[in-house]
């Protein structure tokens, strides 16, 4: 089926399963402890063995020799896989370095060997015993000394690094009010609970991973060239994620390495990515320095925009493209954006939650607040001034399919009480707390994926939905149940949904928040082929057919579902593509953060006191998961604004902080009060479900939102994130924290 016109009135429009809060139908199984996650499949690969991976201790440079004999004379060893006995090996596609190391080590804890063995603490015995000799070289490790270095990077996902319309440099100079400041943003890491973890076992030559991965049909791909061998020869069962926040995105060394590993034992090994391994090893967030540049009239209307981004990767890699958003977000006739590239010799720079707009809105809606104080303008109206219905760079002639962002702005200004902001930083006190409130825009593109499903009803009249698509935690297993029930009309607990094996129709998978609206479309193709196998066997007009209480109906006659589907059972496999409508139409989520802090006027610690957001993301499918999805979301944006930072040692190369005891991440102590408020939208031209996506929607802007607040509690403007205690001291003038 092809998406290429906007959708009409259609079955999902009844609304009596989707749109509708539902409990996750996977989560007895989380609770329970029974949810296969691929660390636990022993049912599938009984008595494995034990892979323990061997970092480099350099970040550049060449592995001289490697001594294995000590580690091979170890108890319980089975073997040891370095580049020197792995056989030739490619590198992935979507992977910027090696996943096995050796000789050339491209960054620090790059895997250069694993020792497998008969226990998990054999191995991880036997790996202190491996020796390697290093020659390190110099390498390139801090952003701002190798800034004026950076180049422009090539094009990323088809978009254009720089883009430019009208004259920004004559706009600015006469402008009015001008803000021209610079933010930095440091280097995170995705700090999710479940590790990347892998059990590989061959049966001649066919390799099967059970694995954590987001994007099955690209695991497949990358391991089977990295390995050379036939694509049909690999299969990925990934049911259960857990966390992965884009980290989960590509094969990482687990995988590959578990795989070298059963092959070189001839037995199934398991292999999960050390907690302390997990920065240095897979990706992170990079860092970003970005300078705007606003130029606005004495009512905050603006005329020029510019933002320009610097970042810093492994060589092939490529730029955080944090200037996304300033693209379409606000008007201005005149506009600049680019991004530069900086070669950096640090771990993988590569997809995070939102890549892009979640660092990008920390500094571009803190330059909007920095406006709007110039101006003399409320920080909501001076949004409201700005808004834009068409792309602003391509002009009217690119409308947007859908913006609520004024209905954002406003309804979330009331439920939250904006009004009774004192817009004068330093002036509200509660005891020893200096309190402020701020706000930030929340904005994340529209992005689809071509994505299939197969779907089944037996002669009980029970559905059955196979996708390889995933859920990493974010509610797929019950979104797609719930497309299926609304579409064959039966009740969500006659659905049964089969997610994440690679033997399965290809969906969209989980990331760049395409994969609900995504891959519930691709279910309703596969179920709109399947009615109309039904209707044709009851010999109905399948336009004309309704299907609902477990009934197949014309008028006034009906036939059971499961009768329709026989014996046999009846099957039907489709996928949804799409036409150029987001060519035509600019596609978006927005939503509107407001915050409120208190900063203790002693020490300058600073407590969030309670958060509340207004988002237009289409149709919500699940509003209990989709709440869900956003509050956790918000809760990332607040430990980015406050604590997140992966420490580089600039000496050597790598980052410092590790572990989950020094890389500090938001807990339910700090943000007491999150409030949710999803603003009615369809999107006719996003999918034939009129939704859209909504699981980074909620980090966009949360940061901003907190820095804001903070801003307007103390009179101290922070610009270089996170906000730490000895920041707000360092640059307090006395007036507001002593």
């Known amino acids: 089926m092809k998406f290429d016109t906007p959708a009409t009135t259609n079955p999902i429009d009844r609304g009596r399963v989707v749109g509708i809060p539902h409990d996750r ?18 049912d599938a690969a009984p008595k494995p063995a034990y892979g323990w991976i061997v970092g480099s201790a350099i970040a550049s440079g060449t592995i001289r020799s490697i001594d294995l004999k000590a580690a091979e004379a170890a108890p319980g060893v089975l073997g040891i896989v370095t580049y020197e006995n792995a056989g030739p090996l490619e590198k992935g596609d979507f992977n910027t370095a090696r996943l096995l190391g050796g000789p050339k080590v491209e960054h620090y804890e790059q895997a250069v060997a694993l020792v497998v063995a008969d226990t998990l603490e054999n191995a991880r015995d036997a790996a202190k015993l491996v020796q390697i000799d290093f020659a390190p070289a110099t390498g390139r490790f801090d952003l701002a000394g190798e800034r004026a270095n950076a180049v422009k990077p090539k094009a990323s996902f088809g978009s254009e690094p720089d883009t430019s319309v009208g004259d920004f440099d004559g706009a600015f100079a006469k402008a009015a009010v001008k803000v021209d400041q610079t933010y930095t943003t440091p280097d995170q890491s995705h700090a999710m609970m479940e590790p990347h973890a892998t059990i590989a076992a061959w049966n001649g030559d066919m390799l099967t991973l059970w694995t954590a991965n987001q994007m099955v049909a690209w695991g497949v791909g990358d391991v089977a060239k990295t390995l050379k061998i036939k694509k049909e020869n690999v299969r990925i069962v990934s049911p259960y994620i857990g966390g992965g926040f884009g980290s989960k995105l590509f094969v990482r060394a687990d995988a590959l390495l578990a795989a070298l590993g059963a092959r070189q034992v001839g037995r199934p090994v398991k292999v999960a990515i050390a907690r302390p391994q997990i920065p240095n090893n897979t990706t992170h967030r ?8 606003l130029g606005a009239d004495r009512n905050g209307v603006i005329d020029a925009i510019a933002h320009d981004v610097w970042s810093g ?25 680019t991004h530069r590239l900086a070669t950096l010799d640090l771990p993988e720079g590569n997809a995070m939650r939102a890549p892009g707009e979640a660092v990008g809105l920390l500094a571009l809606e803190v330059a909007m607040d920095e406006l709007a104080e110039a101006c003399g303008v409320d920080p909501v109206e001076l949004r409201i001034r700005n808004d834009v219905q068409f792309d602003p760079e391509a002009g009217p002639q690119r409308p947007f399919s859908s913006r609520k962002l004024v209905e954002c702005l406003r309804q979330g200004a009331d439920r939250f009480g904006w009004n009774r902001r004192n ?18 825009s929340a904005f994340r593109n529209n992005l689809v994926q071509t994505s299939g499903a197969r779907v089944g009803v037996d002669a009980e009249g029970r559905v059955t939905v196979e996708t390889d698509m995933t859920d990493i935690g974010t509610g797929t297993y019950t979104i797609i149940g719930q497309t299926a029930a609304e579409m064959l009309g039966v009740p969500l607990e006659a659905v049964t ?22 891959s519930t479309a691709g279910v309703y193709a596969a179920c709109m082929a399947l009615r109309a196998k039904l209707a044709e066997k009851a010999g109905f007009a399948a336009d004309q057919t309704d299907f609902e209480d477990g009934l197949v109906k014309q008028g006034n006659r009906s036939q059971k579902l499961g009768a329709l589907a026989g014996r046999e059972g009846l099957w039907a496999e489709d996928k949804m593509e799409y036409g150029d409508l987001e060519k035509r139409y600019a596609q978006a989520t927005f939503g509107a953060h407001f915050c409120e802090v208190g900063v203790d006027v002693d020490t300058a610690e600073v407590r969030i006191r309670r958060m509340g957001g207004a988002f237009a993301a289409g149709r919500i499918l699940n509003p209990k998961s989709a709440r869900s999805q956003v509050i956790g979301a918000m809760t990332m944006g607040a430990g980015a604004a406050l604590m ?34 999803f603003v009615d939208e369809l999107d006719d031209k996003s999918s034939p479900m009129k939704a859209k996506g909504v699981g980074e929607l909620g980090i966009c802007g949360a940061g901003a939102a907190v820095a804001n607040a903070i801003y307007n509690a103390t009179g101290v403007r922070l610009r270089d994130y996170p906000l730490t205690i000895d920041k707000l001291l360092r640059h307090a003038d006395g007036t507001a924290i002593a």
């Open 286 to 293: 990079p860092a970003t320095i970005q300078r705007i540049r």
């Open 644 to 677: 997140e930072e992966l420490v580089v040692d600039t000496r050597f190369g790598f980052f410092v902080n590790h572990d989950m005891a020094e890389y500090q991440v938001p807990v339910h102590a700090d943000i007491p009060q999150q409030d949710v408020l």
């Open 25 to 42: 139908i996977d989560g007895a199984a989380k609770v329970t402890g029974t949810a296969p996650y691929a660390y636990e499949r022993h």
């Open 313 to 337: 990767d492994l060589p092939g890699g490529g730029p955080e493209t944090a200037a996304q958003q300033t693209r379409l977000l606000y008007r201005g006739a005149n506009r600049i954006t």
């Open 497 to 518: 949904v089969k997610l994440g094996d690679s033997r399965f129709p290809v969906s969209a998978g989980s990331g760049g928040q395409w994969g609900a609206n995504s």
């Open 423 to 440: 817009p004068k930083p330093g002036q509200v006190r509660d005891g020893r707390w200096l309190v402020g409130m701020g706000m930030a």
